[in-house]
Structure formats: structure tokens, C-alpha cells
């Protein structure tokens, strides 16, 4: 009876312990293609708004050229138009560094968490398995010891 019950607790611990690697498994993979599809969206984003400002930056060498300030078709000066327009180039190079330093500082917090997470299930992997092997150990004694003695004539 006890011998059953013991059986029994075993494998229901095994059982736990392969169910919670699993499902560390799992919740690993899904972060894992969760940071990479952010990690790719932020990419293509910063792609683009470096695109943009490279557009901008050669607009801005255009503009520079011009020599004559002209009126346009809303009664203010071009060129106070234009002192706004690189006003506000020169505020979107500004937030730009500002979101690629705090983009590089969440790419290597997030490889950061990766690397502990990865380490942290390769422990309970390492103690899952030395736990099943002190079982199993723990179980065959028991049988040795419970096993009817054969005596020889």
C-alpha cells in the first residue's frame, strides 16, 4: 500500500516537474519571438525615421542655398517659415538620439533578461534532474530492501 503510494507521489512529482519545465520551455520561446518582433519593429521603425531625417537633413542643405527670402501665399516671410521647419528638424534629430540611446539600453536589458531567464530555467532543469535521479535511487533501495530474501538450501 505505502509502496504504491510512494510509486505514485514519485511520478506525480516527475509529472510536475516535466509540466513546469514545459511550460518554462514555452513561456521562453513566446518572450523569445515577443522581444524579436519588437526588437524588429523597433528596428524598421528607427529604419525609418533615419530615412526621413537623412531626407530632412538634404532638404535643410537645399534650403540653406536659397539666398533671396520670398513671401508666400499666407502673408509670412519663407525664411521665418523655413527657421521653424529647421527648428523642428533640429528637435526631431534630437528626440532620434534620444530614442536610439534609450533603444539601445532596452535591447541590452532585454538580452540581459534573455540570458538570466535562459539561466534560470537551465537551473531547475539541472535540479529537475537530480531530483528524478535521487527518486529513482531512493526507490530502487526500497525495492531492494522490500524484495522477498530467496534463501538456498
Known amino acids: 500500500m505505502h509502496q504504491a503510494l510512494l510509486t505514485n507521489l514519485g511520478d506525480a512529482v516527475i509529472s510536475l516537474i516535466i509540466a513546469l519545465l514545459a511550460f518554462s520551455t514555452v513561456w521562453l520561446q513566446a518572450k523569445t519571438k515577443r522581444l524579436s518582433k519588437n526588437q524588429t519593429s523597433l528596428e524598421n521603425h528607427a529604419a525609418l525615421l533615419q530615412k526621413h531625417l537623412d531626407k530632412a537633413r538634404t532638404e ?3 534650403v540653406s542655398e536659397i539666398k ?6 499666407h502673408g509670412t516671410n519663407l525664411r521665418s517659415d523655413l527657421d521653424r521647419v529647421l527648428l523642428g528638424i533640429s528637435r526631431l534629430e534630437n528626440r532620434l538620439d534620444r530614442f536610439e540611446t534609450t533603444q539601445g539600453e532596452v ?6 533578461n534573455f540570458g538570466r531567464m535562459l539561466e534560470s530555467t537551465e537551473n531547475v532543469r539541472r535540479a529537475a534532474s537530480q531530483e528524478h535521479e535521487r527518486i529513482w535511487h531512493a526507490l530502487d533501495k526500497i525495492q531492494t530492501e522490500q524484495a522477498p530474501q530467496t534463501s538456498t538450501p
Open 107 to 112: 535591447n541590452r536589458q532585454s538580452i540581459a
Open 60 to 62: 535643410n542643405t537645399q
Open 68 to 73: 533671396e527670402q520670398v513671401t508666400n501665399s
